[in-house]
């Protein structure tokens, strides 16, 4: 009964150390899962990782591809190239046929206003046509060197949005030098007054469009054609912003065959 006892309390011991060799084995092997586990996630997270024994091949540099540069759209340039050629054919207004016929006013008086009529001519002669027309003869005058172009304000359909149709209004032209050439760059022009009661300030700069050639300005006033009677104004500055011209008032139309309006200038001196 003894030896019995003896070999069941050996079997069991046996089994007992079994057990524990088995439990060893399966906390190794659970450790190396962990470990596999955790280098699986590290090659994913970075295959370039240093633990990779076959790390994917470096993708080479991107291609850097030129974007296009969209070239300007010249919509205006069949319909607007006449619009220089106003200026051969208006260029004898500035002249102002109204100076001669001040000076055949002193020629009422014959003895002694002879002399006074050199005096008259200059002074009084021009600035009658100024508040009247408020074209290109009165500025020069007043030492601006810049004048409204002749025959301008000018209401026109919109030729410069075609797309738009009557869905826009604005006030755009271009400023010219002493040759009659357009000046591109360097002059700003600033818009003002009011439309509908409504505020209106915009600071633009000769060369911002090509719409109606080079060296154009251009200001937007809404999306439908409004009418207004010389509440709004446009001048030219320089780039110190120094006025180089009058304020020139202008109207706007509630009419879709006269939503642009151009004003041009010209320099005097």
């Not at 700003?188 to 109606?212: A, C, H, K, R, W």
């Not at 010389?230 to 001048?235: D, I």
């Amino acid at each position: 009964m003894d030896s019995f006892d003896y070999s069941d309390e050996s079997l069991q011991t046996s089994r007992d150390s079994a057990a524990v060799i088995w439990n060893i084995l399966t906390v190794i092997f659970l450790l190396m899962t962990l470990c596999v586990c955790i280098g699986v996630g590290l090659l994913l997270i970075n295959p370039q990782n240093a633990l990779n024994p076959f790390p994917p091949p470096t993708m080479p540099a991107e291609a850097e591809i030129p974007t296009s540069t969209p070239t300007p759209r010249s919509v205006l340039p069949p319909t607007w190239t006449p619009a220089p050629t106003i200026l051969p054919t208006q260029t004898p207004r500035p002249t102002d046929t109204l100076v001669p016929t001040a000076t055949t006013l002193p020629t009422e008086p014959e003895a002694s206003p002879t002399a006074s009529s050199p005096t008259e001519t200059p002074g009084e002669g021009q600035p009658t046509a100024t508040p009247e027309n408020g074209t290109a003869t009165a500025t020069p005058t007043e030492g601006m060197p810049f004048v409204l172009h002749p025959g301008d304000p000018v209401a026109i359909n919109n030729i410069a949005y075609p797309e738009l149709g009557c869905n826009w209004m604005g006030v755009g032209g271009r400023a010219f030098d002493l040759s009659g050439a357009a000046i591109e760059e360097g002059l700003f022009v600033q818009l003002g007054g009011t439309l509908s009661d409504e505020p209106v300030e915009m600071t633009g700069m000769i060369g911002m469009v090509d719409n109606y050639g080079p060296g154009s300005y251009e200001f937007g006033l809404g999306e439908e054609p409004l009418a207004s009677t010389q509440t709004l104004w446009v001048q030219l500055f320089d780039q110190a912003m120094l006025p180089l011209s009058e304020q020139i008032y202008f109207d706007t139309f509630a009419d879709c065959e006269q939503n642009l309006i151009l004003i041009n200038f010209n320099q005097a001196r």
